[in-house]
């Protein structure tokens, strides 16, 4: 279709706004980046770096040797894989087990896990019954508590439903039962939902916070945004050397923040092949 002088303004603004918008979002992400790798003497020297002119890694160098922050990536990073690997069997079971008519009691256990998404029992309620499970201090009560979601089980059955029930049928012809069915036959052809949803729990895991708030009570057993948390509220890192001069304390909150992201910024691009397919799981139903 050939434009008109109105219809290429149009676009010509759209462009515009739209480059300004990704401006102001980029921007906060490459000063903390810049930051985290300039000099100390040119940070404080400039009132503003857009790009140094000497680059560092003391501010990575410090905190990387700190046993503080290296035992919060550690936990965080534990409990991501467990967390993430554990809600993914639960939630991944149980949706497939739904999806499945030839369940008994599957409208009641619907209704009971949409009840679930609407009806929350609250931040006390939840407390109590971590502390009476005897969990305080321990790194399942950040993963029991929150294993699985109603949301994420819905929208995975859906994904279940659209898998034929004569493949569980031919499987059972063939010897197979239930859980190997499904371990052999239905979790292979769902690589895209569980990508999708590995993805979700992961991030959610690794940046657990409130709860380990609510919680961890011992800083040993803190995740790292929990102790990014506590520098960004300007309290110094446990367990450090009075004898190694820190950079300064900006400079240490920007390499954190960039420490707390990569990660999982890292493991987006192994699973961008299932995500674009997962994310519409359970959306259309044919």
């Known amino acids: 279709m050939e434009k008109t002088g109105e219809n290429r303004w149009f676009h010509i603004v759209n462009i515009v706004i739209l480059a300004a918008v990704s401006l102001i979002t980029v921007f906060p992400i490459y000063y903390v980046f810049i930051i985290s790798f300039t000099e100390t003497s040119e940070y404080l020297s400039k009132p503003?770096?857009?790009?140094?002119?000497?680059?560092?890694?003391?501010?990575?160098?410090?905190?990387?040797?700190?046993?503080?922050?290296?035992r919060a990536i550690?936990?965080?990073?534990?409990?991501?894989?467990?967390?993430?690997?554990?809600?993914?069997?639960?939630?991944s079971s149980l949706a497939y087990s739904l999806s499945r008519k030839r369940l008994l009691g599957r409208r009641l256990a619907l209704m009971l896990i949409v009840f679930t998404i609407l009806f929350s029992p609250g931040i006390i309620p939840n407390y109590m019954l971590v502390r009476n499970l005897g969990l305080i201090d321990s790194i399942w009560s950040l993963v029991l508590p929150v294993l699985s979601?109603?949301?994420?089980?819905?929208?995975?059955?859906?994904?279940?439903?659209?898998?034929?029930?004569?493949?569980?049928?031919?499987a059972a012809i063939d010897g197979c039962n239930e859980?190997?069915?499904?371990?052999?036959?239905?979790?292979?052809?769902?690589?895209?939902?569980?990508?999708?949803?590995?993805?979700?729990?992961?991030?959610?895991?690794?940046?657990?916070?409130?709860?380990?708030?609510?919680?961890?009570?011992?800083?040993?057993k803190w995740p790292i945004q929990v102790l990014l948390q506590n520098m960004l509220a300007e309290n110094p890192l446990a367990e450090t050397?009075?004898?190694?001069?820190?950079?300064?304390?900006?400079?240490?909150?920007?390499?954190?923040?960039?420490?707390?992201?990569?990660?999982?910024?890292?493991?987006?691009?192994?699973?961008?092949?299932?995500f674009a397919k997962g994310v519409m799981v359970g959306s259309v139903k044919g």
């Not at 069915?181 to 729990?201: C, D, E």
Request: with cysteine; charged share 10%; proline share 8%.
């Open 48 to 70: 503003l770096i857009l790009f140094p002119t000497q680059w560092s890694f003391d501010s990575y160098h410090y905190l990387l040797s700190n046993p503080s922050m290296l």
């Open 149 to 170: 979601s109603g949301w994420y089980v819905v929208l995975m059955k859906g994904f279940f439903e659209n898998i034929p029930e004569s493949l569980d049928e031919a």
């Open 179 to 220: 859980i190997t069915a499904w371990f052999r036959i239905v979790l292979p052809l769902s690589l895209p939902a569980i990508a999708a949803f590995g993805l979700f729990y992961a991030v959610e895991y690794w940046n657990t916070y409130f709860s380990a708030l609510l919680y961890m009570n011992d800083y040993q």
């Open 241 to 274: 050397d009075p004898l190694i001069q820190p950079p300064p304390a900006q400079m240490l909150k920007m390499a954190a923040v960039v420490i707390a992201t990569v990660p999982i910024l890292c493991i987006y691009p192994f699973l961008q092949k299932h």
């Open 74 to 91: 550690s936990i965080s990073g534990l409990l991501a894989a467990a967390g993430t690997a554990c809600s993914l069997i639960v939630t």
